[in-house]
């Protein structure tokens, strides 16, 4: 973890920027029907930190939240869709995460990655917000057949760990916690992170902004018995009819999960948590 504050600021406003990661994909959902995700988690936290703040002058507007976060999108769609608006918003503090979905495609132009994720972080810190950033956990601790991607994904820990040579940026690093090498971080699919990978990952960001532990987020799981191999095998299965599948299918057709599908929050709204 880096530029963790010795006097933590009260934020008024939160903006969320990036992909399935963001958006909260197989959290618990919401009465509205979307999953609710770490990012929401982060904004109750600084929801109410804001309020305990200020309850003796009951601001009108209270602490505000946007998370503009959309499944499936690439760094590129990120930048052109997101980031400008975001900086519009003026939010006081940013989350930035993107370029995985890039990363997990072949022929992956990693430096068009770097320059384009440089480029938002670059134009966020223009606001004068702080900018939360991430490196991407170790797939290869977890998934069989994704030592592919671990250079692309080292090289991209190297370069937001530079950026965060800014003060007003912090990177949240989940690559060195050995937690997230569990499955039951993980959901179903096993790309997205389950209730308590979205604890956990809430957690990490508010110990980035200088706020005292509210628990470990490092921790190990209790240890439980491993899956028999006949029960494996049948996850195995189950995971490539429902997940792998439909995946492929969608990059064969150049179709997207997040095609027509608009942010959770658009804008910056008051959020009670």
């Known amino acids: 973890m880096e530029n963790t504050q010795n006097t933590p600021t009260a934020f008024r406003s939160y903006v969320a920027v990036g992909d399935s990661f963001t958006e909260g994909m197989c959290d618990e959902l919401l009465p509205d029907g979307h999953y609710r995700g770490w990012a929401d988690r982060l904004a109750a936290r600084l929801a109410a930190e804001h ?39 003026g939010a006081e503090l940013v989350t930035l995460a993107g370029g995985l979905n890039d990363v997990l495609r072949p ?43 671990l250079p692309a994904i080292l090289r991209m820990k190297d370069f937001v760990h530079e950026l965060a040579q800014d003060p007003g940026i912090a990177v949240v690093d ?10 039951r971080l993980w959901a179903e699919d096993r790309l997205h992170l389950s209730p308590e990978g979205h604890r956990r990952v809430a957690e990490a960001v508010l110990e980035s902004l200088g706020r005292p ?8 799981l209790p240890a439980t018995a491993p899956p028999t191999r006949a029960e494996k095998l049948a996850a195995d299965a189950r995971w490539v009819r429902t997940h792998l599948g439909p995946w492929i299918g969608r990059r064969l057709t150049g179709r997207s999960s997040g095609d027509g599908r608009a942010p959770k929050r658009a804008e910056l709204a008051p959020y009670e948590g």
Request: proline share 4%.
């Open 51 to 89: 309020q305990a703040e200020h309850r003796a002058e009951q601001p009108a507007d209270g602490f505000r939240y946007a998370n503009l976060a959309v499944r499936g999108k690439l760094i590129g769609q990120i930048h052109d869709e997101q980031v400008e608006r975001a900086a519009g918003l």
């Open 107 to 149: 022929r992956c132009d990693i430096a068009r990655v770097e320059e384009l994720l440089g480029s938002a972080a670059t134009r966020l810190r223009a606001t004068g917000a702080t900018v939360v950033m991430f490196s991407s956990t170790d797939p290869t601790r977890r998934m069989a057949g994704s030592a592919r991607l």
């Open 174 to 183: 989940l690559f060195s916690a050995p937690c997230f090498d569990d499955r």
């Open 213 to 220: 532990a509210g628990f470990d987020w490092r921790a190990p």
